[in-house]
């Protein structure tokens, strides 16, 4: 307290709490990016999961074959399905033979059962996506061929 009995805040003090204020901040902020990075990365394996389900379920409706193909080439993944062609950036895959290679998915009508490239399976298959930090496994499940997003990291 000084002469005129005002009370206040002295300089270290202030420096103190402005210090901890930045570095609780940069944790945060930093923490935010991330989620916000593994939010879009969850988004596009949706968007993966939703064309192979509509491949699946077009081939039973219309008792026709229909095929969806995945292929790298560097960093970018092409997901091909009738005359729809997307790209996906900064995306690398790995399926259980190999990874950033070409893989297709058939499902045979009429009941849509899965065949992964040549071979038809009734086992569960994965399919490992990575982007940055971030992994998940996209699995079609036996011989129904539901794909799911499992093990999001």
């Given amino acids: 307290m ?9 300089l270290i003090e202030i420096l103190v709490a402005i210090t901890l204020l930045g570095i609780l901040l940069s944790l945060g902020i930093s923490n935010y990016i991330r989620e916000a990075q593994k939010r879009q990365f969850y988004q596009e394996l949706t968007s993966l999961t939703y064309t192979f389900d509509q491949a699946r379920s077009t081939s039973v409706k219309t008792s026709t074959d ?40 058939t499902y045979k009508s009429p009941h849509g059962e899965m065949c992964w490239s040549s071979a038809c399976t009734s086992s569960d298959a994965y399919v ?11 699995v079609f499940q036996g011989v129904f061929g539901y794909a799911a997003i499992r093990d999001l990291k």
């Fill in 128 to 138: 490992t996506f990575t982007r940055n930090t971030f992994s998940a496994n996209l």
């Fill in 66 to 105: 229909q095929t969806v193909q995945i292929s790298s080439s560097g960093n970018v993944v092409t997901l091909t399905y009738g005359t729809t062609t997307r790209r996906f950036t900064n995306l690398a895959f790995c399926v259980p033979s190999a990874c950033g290679t070409t893989a297709q998915v």
């Fill in 2 to 10: 000084n002469k005129q009995g005002l009370l206040g805040f002295t």
